[in-house]
C-alpha cells in the first residue's frame, strides 16, 4: 500500500532535549516537505526536498533541521525544542513534478508537546 | 511568487445545505490545483484536483472548476452532510519540474443535523 509513514504519533518531551521525528514512504518520490499546523494559522512549510542531498527552507524553518540522505527518508530534527515548537506536524510526499496532476500524500500526523 | 486565497471560516451550515467554498490563486502559466480535506484528527487527503482551464474536478458529491479567466477554483457541493464537517484547503503547484506546492490557509466547515 502506497503511505507515507511518520513516528511516533504522539510525542511529549522536555525543552532543549533534542528529537527527531521520522518520516518515509515508499513510492519512490523524489519530493518531500514537512509542515507544521497550529490553530488559526493554517499549514506551514517548514523545510522541503526535491531529492537526496536536495533541501530548501519553507516558511518557517528555525528551529528545525532535516536531511535527505536516502530517498524514502527526510527525518525532522529539533536539536534543542522550545514550547512554541509544540504543534501538529505532517509529513507529506509526490513525485517531484513535470507532470500536472502529480498530487501531495500525507503521513497521519505527530503531535508534539514541548513542556 | 505562487500564492493561494481561501474564503475565511469557520463555515456553519445546517444539514442540505449549499457549500461553496471561494479559492483564488495567483501563479504564472498553468498551475495544477487541488482541494485536500482535512477530517477531525486525520491528515489531509486528496478531494479533488484540475489540471487544465475549463476542467472540472468532482468527488464525493463536490465539484471545483479551473477557472483561467478569474484564477479561480472554488469548492462547491449541492447538499452538504454531517460528515463532511472537515477544515478544506485550496492548492496550487506550478507546472514545471521541481515546483513546491503552495497551500491556502484552509476553511473550517462545521455541518449542523
Known amino acids: 500500500e502506497a503511505q507515507v509513514t511518520q513516528n511516533p504519533r504522539y510525542l511529549i518531551t522536555v525543552t532543549g532535549k533534542k528529537l527527531t521525528v521520522t518520516c518515509s514512504q515508499n513510492?519512490?518520490?523524489?519530493?518531500m516537505s514537512w509542515y507544521r499546523q497550529d490553530p488559526g494559522l493554517g499549514l506551514r512549510q517548514i523545510y522541503y526536498s526535491m531529492n537526496v542531498e536536495v533541501t530548501d527552507k519553507g516558511d518557517v524553518p528555525e528551529g528545525y533541521k532535516v536531511s535527505r540522505k536516502e530517498k524514502r527518508n527526510f527525518p525532522l530534527i529539533l536539536e534543542s525544542p522550545s514550547p512554541n515548537q509544540t504543534s501538529l506536524y505532517f509529513c507529506?510526499?509526490?513525485?517531484?513534478?513535470?507532470?500536472?496532476?502529480?498530487?501531495?500524500?500525507f503521513g497521519s500526523g505527530t503531535q508534539l508537546s514541548v513542556l | 511568487g505562487d500564492s493561494v486565497t481561501q474564503m475565511e471560516g469557520p463555515v456553519t451550515l445546517s444539514e442540505e445545505a449549499f457549500l461553496t467554498i471561494n479559492c483564488t490563486y495567483t501563479a504564472t502559466g498553468y498551475p495544477s490545483l487541488f482541494w485536500y480535506v482535512q477530517y477531525p484528527g486525520e491528515g489531509l487527503q486528496l478531494l479533488l484536483k484540475?489540471?487544465?482551464?475549463?476542467d472540472k474536478g468532482s468527488n464525493k458529491g463536490f465539484e471545483a472548476t479551473y477557472r483561467k479567466e478569474t484564477t479561480s477554483f472554488h469548492l462547491e457541493k449541492g447538499s452538504v452532510q454531517v460528515s463532511d464537517s472537515a477544515v478544506y484547503f485550496c492548492?496550487?503547484?506550478?507546472?514545471?519540474?521541481?515546483?513546491?506546492?503552495?497551500f491556502g490557509p484552509g476553511t473550517r466547515l462545521s455541518v449542523l443535523p
Open positions: 513510492m519512490n518520490h523524489e519530493y
Open positions: 507529506a510526499s509526490s513525485f517531484a513534478g513535470g507532470r500536472a496532476g502529480e498530487k501531495l500524500f
Open positions: 484540475a489540471t487544465k482551464a475549463d
Open positions: 492548492a496550487l503547484r506550478g507546472m514545471n519540474y521541481g515546483q513546491n506546492f503552495v
